[in-house]
């Protein structure tokens, strides 16, 4: 199998792995330390180097655990691109009676600060606004990118979820470019295919990180997408892949702008199943009959 390369995500951005490892839900995976720091090293010889964090993972607790693993192989650090997002309050803590979004300045810098002690890393690679905040300033977002980036804690900036309009106007106010937006990409959820974002990262040349990939497990589960179970499985016959889960990542990375699929398992075999999607290809008629089998409609 061959191992993946890193590549550019922006004309002034980091070089990421073409498939990226999230960590959504590394506390439901019950690791110790040094199973993770396997799991990590494993999927890190496979070229996956570069993976996906937010500061509420894990009701606060997926940073932490990740950096205890970091902790046993601190050289490690240096083949990893390690990011992470804020933004989002959760009633994880007694504090918040109510979940909220909060990007103000000193909010940013406090959320960064604490990334920073829980990967016990002196930067991180990206730092993403989790989610489009009705009282977000703008102003007061890229205050905090500049400090932060000034500062060497943060090296790159992005976005997670935002619809073009929100992309343009914080990059309005920055003297620097963001590098990405990261979006909810699968057959189960095209919206972004056609409101704009994806076109958007395309005039930018920017690569989007595409997150719930497999509808959370939902495009394997619920029978309601037992039709295009049916069609992933007559493509993955057609291409020769070696399951379903090759043939969406592969319907994904299809797409001219190039997205980067968010993997979320903790199981090594099914990472290393998915690498092999980087080879695999689907052509138009191939990649139209899956859309048509999830929509449950033709084009118009």
């Known amino acids: 199998m061959s191992v993946l390369q890193r590549h550019p995500i922006a004309p002034q951005g980091p070089e990421f792995s073409s498939l990226i490892m999230g960590y959504w839900r ?76 909060i990007t103000d300045r000193d909010h940013i810098c406090r959320s960064a600060e604490q990334s920073l002690r829980h990967f016990h890393t002196d930067y991180l690679d990206l730092l993403l606004i989790h989610r489009p905040d009705p009282l977000m300033d703008a102003d007061e977002v890229a205050e905090a990118f500049v400090a932060l980036r000034e500062s060497g804690k943060v090296h790159h900036f992005g976005v997670s ?86 043939v969406v990542y592969a319907w994904i990375m299809r797409l001219p702008a190039q997205p980067l699929p968010i993997i979320g398992s903790g199981k090594i075999d099914r990472v290393r199943a998915a690498v092999r999607s980087t080879e695999l290809s689907l052509s138009r008629q191939q990649w139209f009959r899956i859309r048509k089998a999830a929509l449950g409609y033709d084009v118009p």
């Not at 330390?33 to 606060?60: C, K, N, P, R």
């Not at 083949?79 to 994880?92: E, F």
């Not at 914080?170 to 295919?193: G, H, K």
């Open 161 to 246: 979820n935002f619809t073009p309009a929100q992309f343009s106007l914080l990059q309005s106010r920055l003297p620097f470019s963001l590098v990405t937006n990261q979006l909810e990409i699968s057959p189960l959820q095209q919206a972004s295919l056609l409101d704009g974002a994806l076109d958007q990262c395309q005039q930018l040349r920017l690569r989007p990180m595409a997150w719930s990939c497999l509808g959370g497990g939902q495009l394997f589960n619920a029978a309601e997408y037992q039709p295009l179970r049916d069609e992933l499985a007559r493509v993955q016959q057609e291409i020769g892949a070696d399951n379903l889960e090759q």
């Open 26 to 101: 590394l506390m439901e995976w019950q690791m110790n330390a040094h199973q993770l720091l396997g799991f990590i090293e494993q999927h890190v010889d496979l070229g996956i180097s570069t993976v996906d964090h937010a500061d509420i993972y894990g009701d606060y607790q997926c940073e932490a655990a990740f950096g205890e693993a970091l902790k046993l192989s601190p050289a490690l650090r240096q083949r990893l691109q390690i990011v992470t997002k804020c933004g989002i309050a959760t009633r994880a803590k007694p504090e918040h009676h109510i979940g909220h979004y």
